[in-house]
């Protein structure tokens, strides 16, 4: 056991087991596209969590790309179409 994780018992932090961390994993590889589509079954933990760092990190690139370029359509739109485009950006 790790002196982190025994440092948590013995302070009453919350207890996690082994089994909870590896189904967490677990799930967390599911969601990874770059992991699920391959082949291999056994991947590490610490390639899942380093793996959806940067999954979490494309997808926050992806959505201020995405943001940039609604920003920019807004722009060059008249008003009735942008009113158009954020009412329906809202429901």
Same mark, same amino acid.
């Not at 992991?35 to 899942?48: L, M, P, Q």
């Not at 793996?51 to 609604?70: A, G, K």
């Given at each position: 056991?790790s002196? =982190? =994780?025994?440092?948590? =018992?013995?302070? %009453? %932090?919350? =207890?996690i087991?082994d089994?909870?961390? *590896?189904?967490?994993?677990?799930?967390?590889?599911?969601l990874?596209? @770059?992991?699920? #589509? +391959? $082949?291999s079954?056994?991947?590490?933990?610490a390639?899942?969590?380093? @793996?959806?760092c #940067?999954?979490?990190?494309?997808? $926050?690139? @992806?959505?201020?790309?995405?943001?940039e370029?609604?920003s920019e359509?807004?722009?060059?739109?008249? *008003?009735?179409?942008?009113a158009?485009i +954020?009412?329906?950006?809202?429901?």
């Amino acid at each position: 056991m790790s002196s =982190r =994780r025994s440092r948590s =018992r013995q302070s %009453g %932090g919350s =207890r996690i087991t082994d089994d909870q961390i *590896n189904d967490l994993v677990i799930k967390l590889q599911q969601l990874l596209p @770059e992991i699920r #589509n +391959r $082949h291999s079954d056994k991947v590490s933990a610490a390639k899942v969590l380093q @793996e959806t760092c #940067n999954y979490i990190r494309s997808l $926050h690139r @992806e959505v201020d790309d995405l943001s940039e370029r609604l920003s920019e359509l807004l722009a060059t739109t008249d *008003n009735a179409q942008a009113a158009i485009i +954020r009412s329906l950006l809202m429901q």
